[in-house]
């Protein structure tokens, strides 16, 4: 299993969840795990654990795909793997 880390940052606002759930659905991940908050009344922020063992792109183009679709829904949607992660988070 391929797993990568999805984060959206930005203004609180109806919609945002689903967006990102559609788009990872429609590029085939899915979502292993996933967590919400609002931070002072407005400030939404989500991370998401996902499976792209079967993407239906390549991992550099889901990558623009998220970034388009965040541009597109005023957030920061970013993915990384989770080696990168995991490698960038150790002491």
Same mark, same amino acid.
């Given at each position: 299993? @391929?797993?990568?880390? %999805? ?10 969840? #689903?967006? %990102?759930? @559609? ?20 400030? *939404?922020?989500?991370?998401?654990? #996902?499976?792209?063992? @079967?993407?239906?792109?390549? *991992? =550099? &183009?889901?990558?623009? @795909? ?7 829904? =005023? %957030? ?6 989770? &080696?990168?992660?995991?490698?960038? =988070?150790?002491?």
């Amino acid at each position: 299993m @391929n797993k990568a880390i %999805v984060t959206v940052l930005g203004r609180d606002r109806v919609g945002i969840i #689903a967006s %990102v759930s @559609n788009r990872l659905s429609e590029l085939g991940i899915n979502i292993l795990d996933i967590t919400q908050t609002v931070m002072d009344e407005d400030i *939404f922020v989500m991370l998401m654990l #996902a499976d792209v063992t @079967n993407a239906s792109l390549p *991992f =550099h &183009e889901v990558k623009e @795909n998220l970034r388009l679709l965040g541009e597109a829904q =005023h %957030v920061s949607i970013r993915i990384q793997s989770e &080696e990168i992660f995991d490698a960038m =988070h150790k002491i």
